[in-house]
């Protein structure tokens, strides 16, 4: 994930990243969560050019080989938390949804996290929690060189002037697989779930499948990457995604 900027706007992009072993081809492809909405149709089209999709949402197991939407993918408690944060924040900053955006009825798209329980499970062993996770990653973090004020925050919040808040957040969030990789170790919240994304793609492996997506959260990639050549995979090309264009004031 990185922040590009031009004479007419400022953009966060994410990557799409190659893999080969042999005739084996892996791609990671980023994502944030909320975004412009030409983001996830453009991630959609891409999607059709993979024998499969690998994706994450944690208690998304009902999703994906083409069968419909349910009412409810995930549970309650802190992911629900989590859930209802990522509502009120693509509201105020006038962006989409990737649970809105992404076509999860896709036939080629198929789960690969955690069921709820399981997630609750790892969770509990462990002794962690989501807002501890987060509490961790924010003292780990190098704060932006480019930190808006409390006050300049504030105003362009009682505004809604979304762009503007997006123009303040953008640097941290470009810097956000980086401070990611600081948290090194086990832990449920990227290396358990990216042990059970790599389970599923050496299934798919075994079944014959020789070229597919990973779409998961930009941050898991550091971590990710790492198994991956560690697995004997090589890197290859990269290419970006705009998810967020905000136009210079």
Known sequence: IRVQANKHNKILQTAITRYTRGLVTIDLIGAVHIADRAY??????????????????????????GRPMPKVTQGDG??????????????LLKLSGQKDGI??????????????????????????????FALKQALVSSPSKN?????????ALLRKDSNRLKSMMIDTLG????????????????????????????????????????FYGAAHFPDME???????????EQTWLDAWVIPNH
Not at 42 to 59: C, D, I, P, S
């Open 103 to 132: 076509d999860y009825t896709a036939e080629n798209l198929i789960h690969a996290d955690l069921t709820l329980d399981e997630f609750k499970t790892l969770q509990a062993e462990r002794k962690e929690s989501i807002l501890g």
């Open 175 to 214: 810097e956000g697989d980086t401070n990611i990789a600081k948290l090194t170790g086990d832990n449920v919240i990227i290396s358990d779930r990216n042990l059970k994304c790599l389970a599923v793609m050496q299934d798919q492996i075994n079944a014959g499948k020789n070229k597919m997506g990973i």
């Open 226 to 236: 790492k198994r991956l050549i560690d697995l004997g995979f090589q890197k290859a």
């Open 78 to 91: 802190s992911l629900g938390f989590l859930g209802n944060a990522y509502q009120k924040a693509q509201e």
């Open 40 to 65: 996830y149709q453009a991630l959609n089209k891409n999607f059709q050019g993979y024998q499969v999709v690998l994706f994450e949402m944690v208690g998304g197991e009902r999703l994906g080989k």
């Open 147 to 155: 930190q808006p004020s409390s006050a300049a925050f504030l105003l």
